[in-house]
């Protein structure tokens, strides 16, 4: 490590964050591979540490001989500061070395929000932000996760992005980088050969004109780049590779357990939900590999809790099997089993039984909205009979504190609407007051969290307006006046976070210099209440002459040309207009498993959906 | 079930880790090494490792006792360090599993080597500074129930020191209390001495070596 580093330490906050050196870290030999690669996460160690993403990839690119993958975090703004100071550049953690010599450097964008983040990182690692002003072919500056699939507002920044499952694309990708850099080719000349890779998409080869009213006229290919670039994914679960350990933070970070991923997809359907949409087709492991690598994985990193992740946990349709398989050997092991992103309709006694064999924690659950139509609007086909049910098990099994998810703002909402919200919570509390079974001498605590609707890419809700500032100011309002009971709990999701994230997640390419702008006048870690500067990002675009409004609270026809329409997910847009408009007769798609709603994203795997 | 003192050391960059986090470390650590820990009973169990003293952030540490119990009395107490240092991260190393001998609260004194860059402190000013009887620093304590920065003198609590040089470093030995009743570390050492000189060194490194009890002699 470097010896100012070293120095420079003390006097931070948290400073194992910055030190590398944790259990099962992969170290190579520098000279004994081709390829450096660095895996950054665009937010603070313990938010990067917490995904799972990063840690497949990262095994995936260190199981090869020829790489060395290794991770980088933003470093926190005290951090920054000291580096800055003493020109000090963003290394990697493993060896310490400065990544702007590196072969790759890889982002994984998990949120609208961290891009000022990407920009701040490549800066401290001595870049230029724009990936035309990079000129040699090293370091390739790559993309991937969730918001890949609307990359536009970032697209000047990097070289390429990956759209959809990363597992096979990033050694495709690898592969082709070898050959050039031996070839001692140009950028150019590896990137347009790259766009060739299934689901590799080349922002620098797509020519974008606009209307006069600033939407979109068209997307042109050129240098032979595919019209349309289709995401990737991996067929088979059970093959797929999963890393054998984990990289184990000293500090503590969000989730510091084994994570373990059940099925991709989700056969539900809910039409505001993108990660519903970008993940189809449904895809299960099979309980006996899944059970196999979390007994590696205790065993190889010594963590006491297994968290069974997925979109909607109990629609995994061998749950009791894979409990069964688990429970058989965690309790001796001292080992917990989380099973979170539960489904208010099919949480049955035996489940909860089975739960609480093990650790108890609060009980949540996500109507997303207060009213039976506006649930059949959002198709979140759950009814009020259900949760209360569902309730009813919960509070007779112990427990006394429930968390309700709802949304403000979607579509077509009213304020009757809004007050369903605080009604619905009331029945709760009256449910648990009525229950003779329910924890002696206890009161209830039903907390009510009410996030604000974005709306998302490949959603049937891609065409709607986001709910003014104004308007979700009157709604979180409208919901306090009218709250039944003072049992209940409101807390509300920042308005001006909502707008921006609103505005990025449906922004065209127009937006990277909003964005470089932004993070120019010291924007970073929007994401974070303490650092995000809403007065900064209005004064930008009004200095720029592009309204956020435009893309956040404007309607979009049908006909428009999106930003992202070059890019196809598996889901064609006849199927999101079709769900669009059942959304507004507020009529329901049924979920997969009882009947197919030719979705069409089966097509990506052969015509296979785990249904 | 017996107990037993693991003598752990703590060098390099693992400095950094915590006193907090040691514990998280040291908790996986056991489990991976699969040594038969005795597990507290309640309604949360967690294996009973208990650190006997807090290392400050940044130092280094060559003999760090930490007491364990071990219920499976065939378990042999040298497996216990052997099987540890294979689960260990870089950095951390058990010296030797030993039978308590002293009771955790007869820790007094800690004694430690702390180097400094000449460039920063020269040793005429550091002799000076610690001979002028009249280091002290700030700690934050209580008043009423407010949070305050209290003066706490320094060079009435040191126990001994000695200085040594090299082309480069000022290598000072010195024994600061330790213990329940009333700690002292090298940063809050360096900090009095800055304060007094006018100086603004930091130290290149800091190493707790040994601990002693009340009467000098090596804590066992």
Known sequence: MDKRIEKLLPTVQKPARYTGGELNQVMKDKNAVDIRYAFCFPDSYEIGMSHLGIKILYAIANERPDTWCERV?????DMEEKMREQNIPLYALESGDPIR????????????????NVLNMLDLAGLPVRAADRKGLAPIVMGGGPCACNPEPIAEFFDLFSLGEGEEVNSEIMDLYAVHKKRGSTKEAFLRDAAGIPGVYVPSLYDISYHEDGTVEAITPKDGAPATVTKRIVRDLDKVYYPK???????DVVHDRV????????????RFCQACFLNRPIREKSPEVIN????????????????????SSSDYTKIEELLNLLLDWTPGEQVNVALPSLRVDNFSDELLQKLKSVRRSGLTFAPEAGTQRMRDVINKNVTEEEMLETANIAFAGGYSAVKLYFMLGLPTETDEDVEGIGLLAKKVVDTYYQNPDKPKGRGVNVGVSASSFVPKPFTPFQWEPQATPEELKHKQQHLKETLPSRKINVSFHDIKTSFLEGVFARGDRRLCAVIEEAWKRGCKFD?????????????????????????????????????????????PKKYLIRESEKAKRAETTDNCHNKCAGCGANKLNGGHCDV | MYETRLWLSKRG??????????????TRAVRRAHIPLWYTEGFNPHPYISFLLALSLGVEGEREPIDIRIVDDAYPMEQVASALNAALPEGLRVEAATVPEMKPAAITWGEYTVTYDKAELSA???????????????KSGKSGGRKVMKKVGVSEHIRSWSLEETPETLILRVVLPAGSVLNLNPQQLTDAVNAYLGTAAAPVRAVRERLLNADGKEFR
């Open chain 1, 527 to 571: 994401s974070w209440g303490e650092f995000y500067r809403f007065d900064t990002w209005m004064e930008v675009f009004s200095d720029l002459g592009l309204d956020p409004a435009f893309y956040a609270n404007r309607r979009r026809e049908y006909g428009e040309v999106l930003p992202w329409d070059h890019l196809n997910y598996g889901i």
């Open chain 2, 124 to 138: 005429a000013d550091l002799t000076r500074a610690l001979e002028s009887g009249a280091l002290e620093t700030e």
């Open chain 1, 292 to 311: 196999e690598q979390c007994k590696g994985l205790i065993e190889q990193t010594g963590y006491d809790e297994i968290s069974l992740c997925s979109l």
């Open chain 1, 101 to 116: 010599d590196f072969d790759f450097i890889g982002f994984t964008l998990q949120y609208e929000l961290c891009y000022t």
């Open chain 2, 13 to 26: 960059r693992i400095r950094f880790v915590s006193h907090l986090d040691m514990f998280r470390l040291m």
């Open chain 1, 259 to 270: 994570t373990h991923e059940i099925f991709r997809g989700c056969i539900r359907g809910c």
């Open chain 1, 245 to 251: 350990t984990f990289v184990v933070p000293f500090i």
């Open chain 1, 73 to 77: 975090f933003a470093p926190w703004p």
